[in-house]
């Protein structure tokens, strides 16, 4: 991501002198380290690599500072308890930087991981991914939730309660896509049912979030909303990086059925139709992302068959 651009209106302005003051400032270990702007594909915080092995994580949106310092603390506990199930590396929390005169909110510090970023198409042909990215899945599914339901946060609860968003991506999507089908996939999707279990989620599988290295997925990025949500939520990774065929491996290796795998599409498609629009100008790599997911998804039989 261009940090020179401004993704979010209520944006707060970091840039890389204020970031190394920062860190220095207050993680007086790091004095010596060179600190450097990581360009990605993220949205919602600004990121920047300390040495060779942690990095900095400034949050993007401005909110309430107690606000925000909840929600770093609860972010490193859920990263702390992805790491433990996590079949792959995953950042580690260090510590929480504290709100100064220039940047006005607490930031965190966390360990870096090595590998390169996954795209969409990158390895979409390959069967050795398409089977970590199952792996990955299962594994998460398989950590306790401790007697914990979905926050209401996000996705990963109830469908129709994404219908005005949704309403408003149909509306900005107006002359950018094909939106009265899109519009008919959508009253499907809304309706098909939960099953009323809930297991543990990373919440946000995008290419942007994984790392590889050759074939094999090395590395899961933000895993601060690890929690508890539809089954079908963290099924996206199939419709975001594979192609039809491999999609069918992770699906039969992971034990998807067909009813969470429907669910799985229409949690993809919420997000791809977000995406197209609201990033087009600001962040192309997501905005392009939204429109390969989509293309995948009126394209696949058992995504369009929903629609007949």
């Known amino acids: 991501m261009d940090r020179g651009r401004r993704l979010h209106g209520n944006q707060v302005k970091i840039d890389i002198e204020l970031a190394s003051a920062l860190v220095r400032e207050q993680f007086p270990r790091f004095a010596d380290e060179e600190i450097l702007p990581l360009n990605s594909a993220g949205t919602n915080n600004a990121v920047f690599r300390i040495g060779a092995g942690h990095a900095a994580r400034f949050p993007l949106k401005l909110m309430d500072p107690a606000t925000c310092e909840r929600r770093l603390r609860a972010e490193s506990a859920a990263m702390i308890e992805l790491g433990e199930c996590c079949p792959v590396a995953t950042p580690q929390p260090v510590g929480i930087g504290r ?6 909110m607490p930031w965190l510090l966390q360990s870096w991981i090595e590998g390169a970023v996954a795209t969409p198409d990158g390895l979409g042909g390959s069967a050795v991914f398409a089977l970590d990215l199952a792996r990955l899945v299962t594994s998460l599914r398989a950590a306790d939730v401790k007697g914990r339901r979905f926050d209401g946060r996000g996705r990963g609860g109830d469908l129709p309660d994404h219908d005005d968003w949704m309403e408003e991506c149909f509306q900005k999507s107006e002359g950018l896509l094909d939106v009265n089908r899109l519009r008919g996939l959508w009253s499907i999707f809304r309706d098909l049912p939960s099953s009323g279990v809930e297991v543990m989620s990373h919440k946000d599988l995008i290419p942007a979030n994984l790392l590889v290295k050759g074939e094999r997925l090395t590395g899961v990025l933000d895993g601060g909303d690890f929690g508890p949500a539809d089954p079908a939520l963290d099924c996206v990774v199939g419709w975001h990086l594979l192609d039809r065929e491999r999609r069918k491996i992770f699906r039969n290796a992971a034990g998807i059925g067909e009813r969470e795998w429907a669910r799985g599409a229409a949690w993809a498609f919420q997000q791809a ?12 790599a997501m905005s392009a992302l939204g429109r390969s997911t989509l293309q995948r998804l009126l394209e696949d039989a058992d995504a369009t068959r929903f629609a007949i």
């Open 99 to 104: 709100a100064s005169a220039d940047y006005p």
């Open 273 to 284: 139709m977000g995406l197209v629009w609201y990033y087009r100008e600001t962040n192309p």
